[in-house]
Nanobody, 120 residues
């Protein structure tokens, strides 16, 4: 069984920073792409950023220049450093990982979500 455990969400004032973490565990053979999505109330889930196992990154326009995605392959962990946070960044943030378990093909897995609230 594969588990994704997220941490790092919370309440922050506008202009503040947060760092999200998502650790994958279980019978993991190989991890491919890791990413972060978010879903605000009444809105659809949207992509925030992704990172390949080679370190290539991609960002939504709303995240460019403010957010940085990174990963630690030894720890099977992906991070999202969020700076200059705005009230419109308020959402539940989900990590998403494409990986293969031993003897199985690639599948996508989702974390449980962590709430980020930006408010004064």
């Amino acid at each position: 069984q594969v588990q994704l455990v997220e941490s790092g969400g919370g309440l922050v004032q506008p202009g503040g920073s947060l760092r999200l973490s998502c650790a994958a565990s279980g019978s993991i053979f190989i991890i491919n792409t890791m990413g972060w999505y978010r879903q605000a109330p009444g809105k659809e889930r949207e992509l925030v950023a992704t990172i390949t196992n080679g370190g290539g990154t991609s960002y939504a326009d709303s995240a460019k220049g403010r957010f940085t995605i990174s990963r630690d392959n030894a720890k099977n962990t992906v991070y999202l450093q969020m700076n200059s946070l705005k009230p419109e960044d308020t959402a539940v943030y989900y990590c998403n990982v494409r990986l293969a378990e031993y003897g199985l093909g690639y599948k996508y897995y989702w974390g449980q979500g962590t709430q980020v609230t930006v408010s004064s």
